[in-house]
């Protein structure tokens, strides 16, 4: 064994020294009265953030957490960019009206129409935004036949996304949430057509639930509707909400009919920075023509110099996020975008069935839709719950959601795995050799496991 000599006492240099003193003293909830040098700030800040998950772990989120490095490169150059001020910035705004013709034949829009749109912060501001025009056309309708205009409301399924019940609590909309029952876990023509009146502004249809990764059936919704008004007048547009499946559907299932190529869809949302493939902070809305955007909802300011017609709930917002959706289309194509969808389909499928081959276990979904699926624990397992899986597999790094479903299936709990772009099928194997050990431990259980109750666990809110 090779013999070592006591070391002389090293002396910290002083940078060294500062930064622990001002870790130690620096307020964290106030500014502080005097500031640290920038390297010092980077250096706390950075060590303070290792506390966050993995980021390409977190089988949660439907948002994006890999890009090239080049696209990240591209976007520190632009991190400057007012995506409002077109006048100052009019290159950054010539990149947002291609990618909104990109995403306007991407959806089948028939050319004689000349669909309009505009980028958003996100797919929950683009179906705000789908939602007030709806209310417009509607409020509009019903004072030409002279009738009142105080009783709006939407028709959607219980498993939309949060978005929507904040559209109809701030824009007084009556939510008509049709609930689930029993393996109908979306919304459904028959029961969307028996949720309409006149006063209905619009029936939103999922393409793509966050609770199970399903496509809501947009054409059957449709005929059914013109079917309504066939027989009794009554006229009831769709609004898509695509956040997810809008860039999903046409890589991979190009043959489903669900967008503009359906008349009475009038307006469709999605997300760049989910299956878009840009990190956070984009979404897109698309109208069929600019008769289904009210013109009284586009503000025209000259404030910044130049004519800019907006409609946005937001003013100033960074331009790099639009500018890095340009650079995924340019890069990727047709065909990346449909390598990129099948290999997240390829790999979705096959975890869950190498999940459906393990015994305590049953699929809601397989990931055929979005690349995203649901799976519950069978009836018979009781000595633990979904919600000690998903715990036991944050220990090992892997964020896998546990939650119950909406009104009227609550009794049912289940686990989802939302894979992107960004997994491979190693990290696949990897996440089924963790949850097969896991799972062995659970079944040799004699016994529940202690824990808190069932409404006492962590949230997860869609």
């Known amino acids: 064994m090779p013999l070592a000599k006591q070391r002389p006492r090293m002396e910290y240099p002083e940078a060294v020294e500062r930064m622990e003193e001002a870790a130690a003293t620096l307020p964290i909830h106030e500014i502080g009265d005097s500031g640290l040098d920038s390297e010092m700030a980077y250096e706390l800040i950075s060590s303070e953030l290792l506390l966050d998950g993995q980021a390409r772990l977190n089988l949660a989120t439907f948002v994006t957490t890999y890009m090239p490095s080049i696209a990240a490169k591209l976007m520190t150059e632009t991190a400057d960019k007012n995506m409002i001020d077109k006048d100052e910035y009019p290159q950054t705004a010539e990149l947002e009206a291609r990618c909104v013709s990109i995403l306007a034949e991407m959806w089948n829009s028939p050319g004689h129409e000349q669909a309009t749109g505009c980028s958003t912060t996100g797919s929950s501001e683009a179906a705000m935004l789908g939602g ?52 109908r876990f979306h919304l459904e023509a028959p029961q969307a057509v028996a949720a309409c009146d006149e006063n209905t502004i619009g029936v939103v249809a999922i393409l793509g639930s966050t609770f199970d990764g399903s496509y809501e059936p947009v054409k059957e919704i449709a005929a059914a509707l013109d079917k309504l008004e066939e027989d009794t007048g009554c006229y009831v547009p769709i609004h898509v909400d695509a956040a997810s499946g809008g860039f999903v559907a046409p890589a991979i299932q190009p043959d ?44 025209d300011v000259n404030y910044l110099g130049g004519h800019m017609p907006t409609f946005a709930l937001n003013f100033s917002r960074p331009g790099r996020e639009v500018v890095a959706q340009y650079f995924m289309f340019t890069t990727l194509g047709r065909e990346g975008y449909r390598r990129v969808m099948q290999g997240a389909q390829d790999v979705a499928t096959h975890i869950s069935g190498e999940i459906a081959k393990m015994g305590p276990y049953q699929l809601i979904s397989d990931g055929r839709e979005l690349p995203v699926f649901a799976f519950a624990l069978n009836p018979d397992v009781s000595n633990y719950t979904v919600f000690d899986v998903s715990d036991k ?53 004699k016994a529940p496991l202690p824990g808190p109750d069932i409404d006492k666990r962590t949230a997860f809110a869609h």
């Not at 709806?134 to 009142?148: D, F, I, N, S, V």
């Not at 840009?278 to 909802?297: F, K, Q, S, T």
């Not at 989802?416 to 696949?428: D, N, Y």
């Open 393 to 445: 597999l944050r220990q090992a790094g892997w964020l896998v959601p546990a939650y119950s479903f909406p009104e009227n299936r609550q009794d049912l709990s289940v686990l989802r795995v939302v894979v992107r772009a960004g997994m491979t099928m190693g990290m696949a194997d990897n996440l089924l050799e963790h949850l097969r050990e896991m799972t062995e431990f659970f079944e040799s259980l």
């Open 256 to 299: 489903l009919e669900w967008d503009f190529r359906i008349p009475r869809v009038q307006s469709i949302n999605a997300s760049g920075h989910k299956y878009g493939l840009v990190y956070p902070g984009v979404g897109w809305a698309i109208w069929r023509n600019e008769e289904a955007l009210p013109r009284d909802l586009v503000f």
């Open 132 to 183: 007030m025009a709806l209310k417009w056309r509607w409020r509009e309708r019903m004072r030409k036949a002279g009738k009142p205009t105080d009783r709006p409301n939407m028709v959607m399924g219980a498993n939309v996304q949060v978005c929507w019940e904040k559209f109809c609590r701030y824009w007084d909309v009556e939510p008509k949430l049709v609930p689930m029952e029993g393996n």
